[in-house]
Structure formats: C-alpha cells, structure tokens
C-alpha cells in the first residue's frame, strides 16, 4: 500500500536555526498538507498546497514557515528561526482530491522536532 | 470557539465489549466526516470516513447525525489492539482541504 513517508523522524535544533523538515507524498495525489501536534495537544493544520501554491494556511503558519514543491517528489516545510514552542511531531499528509465525496488525507509517520 | 469536541476518556472496557464514542461539531457546512486513530506518539491513520447514511467497516460502525452535528464511532467485540486514541476530523465547509482535529479519545482494552 502507497504510504506518505517523512525524513528525518527526528530533528533536534539550537533556537534560531533554520530546519527543513522532508516529505515524500503518495505519488498520485495532488493535494498535500503540514500539521503539526504539541505533545499531549491535538493535530493542528498548518497548511495545504496544490497545483505548486498555497491553497490555505493556518495563524500558525507565519512569516517564518514556507513550504516548497522543489520536485515532482519531494514536499517540504522550512522553519527560517525556530523557537522552542515550535517543538513537535509535524506530519505531512496527502489526497488525490478535496471535494466531491469523501477524499480522506494520509498521513506520514511524522518528523518530530526538538527545539532546545 | 471550539471545532470539534471530543470526550477525552479514557475509556477502559474488557476484550468483547462494545465502545462509542461521540463526536460534536461546530460547522453546519461541514462536508465529509473522519474518523483517525492515533497509536502513542504514532501519526493518525484513517480508520473509516463517515457517510451520511451511516457505514460499516467489520467491527466499526460510524454514523453521522447533522440536524444535532455530530458523529459517532461504535466499536463491537473490541480486541486488545483497539487500544489507541481515536481522533474525529471534518474537513470544514468553507474552506478546501483544511482538516479540523477533535483532541481524541482514548481507549483501553484490557484482557
């Protein structure tokens, strides 16, 4: 079964430095996300991407994220200056549609950041 | 305002039992219905989507009730393996893609 897959599993950061986090979505789809989830907290969307754009971004997703489309492949989330709240599992997810009937997303393992 | 309100639990039931669990929302525009479950410190994987009339995977049975919005996950014969956190997600009306999180409710099976 196609899976989302996401490198490193674990990322750990001096605040202030830059991280690329990594994700390899299912081939087909078109559609790809980043969430992320404190520790003991819900999955909270960051922000969605389609067609080599943001389609919508969350008030988590501030000046200091962006994300990028660099291949046919590769779906990845930079974190310019990072800061110690921003240490949890990201997941990346995708889905080969949106609308029109129920299109479930698939998540990725998840990369989990430690920001010290 | 909250999106999506779950009981927390934990709920701990004996292998063979039958679980429910509810689910509300906040969105009336809200199209298509999830149910995830989360091993600890794991991603959430799909566990079934939830339909309006209702559907049923095995063991699992989802409903979804949009005049009192919300949804349930009815869980029969439940097995030790069933022990995780079961996330409700919806994807929210107005928006295109964004999934809305509840913050999941924990099971335990014991044997």
């Known amino acids: 079964e196609p899976e989302v897959t996401q490198t490193p599993s674990h990322q750990v950061t001096q605040m202030g430095q830059e991280v690329i986090l990594r994700c390899v979505p299912i081939?087909?789809?078109?559609?790809f996300y980043w969430y992320r989830q404190i520790l003991g907290q819900k999955v909270e969307f960051l922000v969605s991407?389609?067609?080599?754009?943001?389609?919508?971004k969350s008030e988590i997703f501030d000046d200091q994220f962006s994300v990028e489309r660099p291949d046919g492949s590769n779906f990845t989330l930079k974190i310019r200056s990072t800061k110690l709240e921003d240490s949890a599992m990201y997941f990346c997810?995708?889905?080969?549609?949106?609308?029109?009937?129920?299109?479930?997303?698939?998540f990725g393992d998840g990369t989990r950041l430690s920001i010290l | 305002r909250k999106e999506v309100e779950q009981d927390p639990g934990p709920f701990n039931v004996p292998e063979g039992a039958t679980v429910a669990f509810n689910c509300t929302y906040s969105?009336?525009?809200?199209?298509?219905f999830f149910w995830y479950r989360q091993d600890c410190r794991k991603e959430p994987k799909l566990l079934m989507s939830?339909?309006?009339s209702g559907n049923e995977d095995g063991r699992f049975t989802a409903q979804l009730n949009r005049a009192s919005q919300y949804i349930s996950l009815l869980i029969r014969d439940s097995k030790l393996s069933d022990s995780a956190t079961y996330l409700c997600?919806?994807?929210?009306?107005?928006?295109?893609?964004?999934?809305?999180f509840g913050r999941g409710t924990q099971l335990t099976v014991w044997p």
């Open positions: 939830v339909y309006s």
């Open positions: 081939s087909n789809h078109l559609y």
């Open positions: 997600a919806h994807l929210g009306g107005s928006t295109l893609g964004r999934l809305y």
């Open positions: 969105n009336s525009a809200s199209q298509s």
């Open positions: 997810a995708s889905s080969d549609g949106v609308l029109g009937g129920n299109q479930p997303q698939h």
């Open positions: 991407f389609y067609n080599n754009e943001i389609s919508e």
